[in-house]
């Protein structure tokens, strides 16, 4: 039977810390509790039932502090991905995606405008971050970044089209004006 015996220096410390976590994560308020009803005397399945856990993770929960004490209750912590994207801001997003998808070689795609799936395929592979595309979505609104109706680019792999377009387009003006 797995049970907890605390000295009086650990019993202030879990008062301390019991406190601090109330404001905090209801995860570790939970293993706290687990740890005061353990040095209270009461069994596993009866502390699993006051606190609505599976007496396996109480028990896991009263292995950890055995073992490393305090230390071991302390949980790693999760990146979320929201988090995560918060360091590329309006200007990376603008840069990013007025490029078109194309460019970009690991996205293997012949598309020239970016959708939700595009965008959500190049965090993946650029970034090496997974999120949702109402991630993404809300990222973007948060971060200012607006774009308007995707616009039809023509594109050519010839190095000269944008000096050759240019020309036309010259030509057609003087067309126009001429009487």
Same mark, same amino acid.
């Given at each position: 039977m797995l049970k907890i015996k605390l000295?009086?220096?650990?019993l202030q410390e879990l008062q301390e810390r019991l406190k601090?976590?109330?404001?905090?994560?209801t995860l570790v308020y939970l293993d706290l509790k687990i740890i005061e009803f353990?040095?209270?005397g009461k069994s596993v399945p009866q502390i699993g039932r006051l606190?609505? /856990?599976?007496?396996?993770?109480?028990?896991?929960?009263i292995k950890k502090f055995q073992a490393k004490g305090f230390k071991? *209750? &302390?949980? +790693?912590?999760?990146g979320k991905p929201e988090e995560k994207l918060k360091a590329y801001g309006k200007g990376y997003w603008e840069d990013i995606l007025s490029q078109p998808p194309?460019?970009?070689?690991? /996205?293997?795609?012949?598309?020239?405008?970016?959708?939700?799936e595009l965008i959500q395929n190049y965090i993946a592979d650029? *970034? &090496?971050? +997974?999120?949702t595309i109402s991630t993404i979505w809300n990222h973007l609104r948060r971060v200012g970044y607006?774009?308007?109706?995707?616009?039809?680019?023509?594109?050519?792999?010839?190095?000269?089209?944008?000096?050759?377009?240019?020309?036309?387009?010259?030509?057609k003006k003087k067309g126009q004006m001429a009487p």
């Open positions: 000295n009086e220096s650990e601090q976590a109330k404001s905090q994560s353990s040095d209270q606190l609505g /856990l599976h007496p396996q993770t109480v028990r896991t929960i071991g *209750l &302390q949980r +790693k912590p999760r194309s460019s970009f070689e690991k /996205l293997d795609t012949p598309d020239q405008n970016w959708s939700y650029y *970034l &090496q971050i +997974k999120v607006t774009s308007g109706r995707a616009k039809l680019s023509i594109t050519s792999p010839d190095p000269e089209y944008q000096i050759k377009r240019q020309r036309v387009d010259d030509l």
